[in-house]
């Protein structure tokens, strides 16, 4: 039996969004069922290991296809623990990062090929193509390595079974599972790898992840506007947010403008009518739901007609609040609502003139940047 392991558990400090990485979408899934799809078809069985709080979500994503336990405070932690879930009959064992999402089904074929011909631990890597220096803690070079025989390697790794349970069995740390195997001195046989299987670590990493998926070729874009004027008494909810002690705006919903103005751009980018067309009386249950969640089910509507979210920006316009100090927060809750999008808030006044350089009221205008999967 063979059986993968795909480390998720991580939360992904370095993309920088307020769900964990694995969650993120890349075209039209997550990265962990991309992860999950190009493994299932090659493994008997898998175990995921998902970050402290957000079990459920990835056993709802996950189906049949794989066990999800609770990962550790490491990475190498936490492919103990998911090595702990599996059956000691298995023969082979993948270690898999989620963040490699585009990682094929054929690199995993290639890993475990090796193993069946005799090799106990196999790893992909690619050449490395800068120069490598050694530096001191002062950032001086101390030495310059050959670059030649240098690989960067990647996941999925395959191992014996045995033998990555005794590399795992001494409680290391190590930032690949291999590097724990080859302290055990196993010989570790590196096969071709793949430029497609690249670590996701930050937004733009996404950006050319989403180049491989050929998602790049359909791009269309759309613009939203919204407006309210302020009305004493009444509670304001700001780019997903509240904001207690804040005059609020009049209107039927909560009146947040800039998640009704991201809204319509996104229904304008996608072709699907307006804010209007998709929550007004044709649908009595959204009257009086907040500017969260019609940008999330405004979210489920783009996604269902087969479209990504690749950027989004809104500028809010108006004398107050002042933005600058919740900017982070209200990108995070924006960015929630948009299943991890890439999100951009600006803000400004108007010099004074019109309707809310006059302070009478707030205003927000959005772009959205989608394409189809
Ligand atoms: N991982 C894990 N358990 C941890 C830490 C990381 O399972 N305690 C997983 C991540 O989910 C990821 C893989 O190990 O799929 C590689 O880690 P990395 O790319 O560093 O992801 P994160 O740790 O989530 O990102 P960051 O370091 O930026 O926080
Ligand atoms: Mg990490």
């Given at each position: 039996m063979i059986a993968a392991i795909i480390a998720a558990a991580g939360s992904g400090e370095r993309f920088?969004?307020?769900?964990?990485?694995?969650?993120?979408?890349?075209?039209?899934?997550?990265?962990?069922?991309?992860?999950?799809?190009?493994?299932?078809?090659?493994?008997?069985?898998?175990?995921?290991?998902?970050?402290?709080?957000?079990?459920?979500?990835f056993r709802e994503l996950a189906g049949?296809?794989?066990?999800?336990?609770?990962?550790?405070?490491?990475?190498?932690?936490?492919?103990?623990?998911?090595?702990?879930a599996l059956p000691a009959t298995c023969e082979f064992v993948l270690v898999h990062d989620a963040a490699r999402a585009l990682a094929s089904s054929d690199l995993a074929r290639r890993v475990i090929t090796s193993l069946r011909s005799g090799d106990v631990a196999v790893i992909p890597g690619l050449p490395q193509i800068d120069t490598v220096k050694v530096v001191d803690s002062d950032g001086y070079v101390l030495t310059t390595p050959d670059r030649a025989p240098l690989r960067r390697v990647q996941t999925p790794q395959g191992f014996s079974y045995e033998l990555l349970s005794r590399a795992h069995a001494t409680g290391g740390?190590?930032?690949?599972?291999?590097?724990?195997?080859?302290?055990?001195?196993?010989?570790?046989?590196?096969?071709?790898?793949?430029?497609?299987?690249?670590?996701?670590?930050?937004?733009?990493?996404?950006?050319?992840?989403?180049?491989?998926?050929?998602?790049?070729?359909?791009?269309?874009?759309?613009?939203?506007?919204?407006?309210?004027?302020?009305a004493e008494g009444r509670e304001l909810y700001l780019a997903a947010?509240?904001?207690?002690?804040?005059v609020g705006v009049d209107g039927h919903s909560d009146g947040d403008v800039a998640t009704h103005a991201i809204c319509d751009a996104l229904f304008a980018a996608s072709n699907l009518g307006d804010l209007g067309s998709n929550f007004g009386t044709s649908r009595p249950e959204y009257a009086g739901a907040s500017g969260a969640q019609l940008l999330q089910e405004t979210t489920?509507?783009?996604?269902?007609?087969?479209?990504?979210?690749?950027?989004?920006?809104?500028?809010i316009i108006g004398n107050r609040p002042k933005i600058g100090a919740r900017r982070v927060e209200a990108i995070a809750a924006l960015s929630h609502a948009l299943n991890g999008a890439d999100v951009a808030l600006l803000a400004t006044t108007t010099d004074g003139l019109g309707l809310t350089g006059e302070g009478k009221g707030i205003a927000a205008i959005a772009s959205a940047l989608i394409f189809k999967n």
């Open positions: 920088g969004a307020a769900i964990p990485k694995a969650l993120i979408h890349c075209g039209d899934r997550t990265l962990i069922e991309h992860a999950l799809a190009s493994l299932s078809a090659v493994v008997d069985e898998i175990v995921i290991t998902a970050p402290a709080g957000y079990e459920e979500k049949d296809r794989a066990t999800v336990v609770t990962g550790g405070q490491t990475r190498s932690e936490s492919v103990r623990i998911g090595l702990a740390d190590a930032t690949d599972d291999a590097a724990l195997v080859e302290k055990l001195g196993a010989r570790v046989r590196v096969i071709e790898g793949e430029e497609r299987a690249i670590k996701i670590t930050t937004p733009s990493d996404l950006a050319t992840a989403l180049q491989y998926l050929g998602a790049t070729n359909e791009f269309s874009t759309g613009v939203g506007v919204d407006a309210h004027a302020f947010l509240y904001w207690p002690g804040e489920r509507l783009v996604n269902a007609a087969g479209y990504s979210i690749s950027h989004v920006s809104v500028q």
